[in-house]
């Protein structure tokens, strides 16, 4: 069977693989706290299984953005966030550190790890971030927010696509996030056959600097096709999706 990826900008990535909705990092309002959306607003999916949450960071964790799904969709949430999502009204939300797996239809979620300090005042000392991995016909790796760490190389055998941050919203890309060449070093590292980059060309700080247009994944592209030449890259630019 084909997996479906739809970008609909920063780290919100529509997959649907093997009869599985899933979405990541739901942020799609035009404002979500200091940040002003630079591309037309997208629409609540709809038909959605699960919700992968990767961390609490408001761009990433908006719960703004969350009113408008099915409480019946099942959540999976970095640990220490989960009576944050529950109290939203969503029904099964587990939380999930590096290693757990759980099982959504024919699809095998698994959390992967991630260097980013991912919480949420007041929960910042015990909340976490993670990766997941999709596992079916199709092996899809969602990055979240994350530096490089040792366990990339090889984190996920035989992987079809990894959907990579390449940037974020400000000036420049601080430490616990990829800028097109760390995020490339990830890509040589991880080894799949597609390289979709996400984190990029959605948002920026209201009143300030903007990295415009496709900058850094067409930097990222150039950056893959030097380091990792056998990998394809596909840029979707916020609203485009492709088949795998």
Same mark, same amino acid.
């Given at each position: 069977m084909s997996a479906s990826i739809g970008y609909l900008g920063h780290a919100t990535v529509v997959v649907d693989l093997d009869g599985v909705r899933f979405v990541t990092d739901p942020v799609i309002r035009r404002r979500v706290a200091y940040l002003r959306r630079?591309?037309?607003?997208?629409?609540?999916?709809?038909?959605?299984?699960?919700?992968l949450l990767s961390h609490g960071h408001q761009d990433h964790l908006d719960v703004g953005s969350l009113r408008g799904f099915d409480r019946t969709a099942r959540v999976l949430v970095a640990s220490g966030l989960g009576t944050l999502v529950s109290r939203k009204g969503f029904g099964s939300v587990e939380e999930v550190a590096a290693g757990d797996e759980r099982q959504i239809g024919g699809v095998t979620v698994r959390a992967t790890p991630a260097l980013h300090e991912g919480g949420r005042p007041p929960l910042r000392p015990r909340a976490g971030a993670v990766g997941y991995a999709l596992l079916g016909s199709s092996r899809i790796y969602f990055a979240g927010d994350t530096d490089l760490f040792p366990e990339l190389d090889g984190l996920i055998p035989d992987l079809d696509v990894a959907l990579i941050p390449v940037w974020g919203w400000g000036r420049r890309a601080d430490k616990? #996030?990829?800028?097109?060449?760390?995020? /490339?070093?990830?890509?040589? &590292?991880?080894?799949?056959?597609? @390289?979709?980059?996400? #984190?990029?060309?959605?948002?920026?700080? /209201?009143?300030?600097?903007? &990295?415009?247009?496709?900058?850094? @994944?067409?930097?990222?592209?150039?950056n893959v096709a030097r380091v990792a030449p056998d990998v394809e890259v596909r840029v979707l630019e916020p609203g485009e999706s492709t088949d795998v």
């Open positions: 630079m591309v037309p607003t997208a629409a609540t999916p709809q038909d959605v299984d699960a919700i616990g #996030h990829l800028d097109p060449g760390r995020a /490339a070093e990830a890509v040589r &590292r991880l080894r799949p056959r597609i @390289a979709v980059p996400i #984190h990029w060309g959605t948002y920026m700080v /209201a009143g300030g600097p903007w &990295r415009s247009g496709r900058e850094p @994944a067409d930097t990222f592209a150039a």
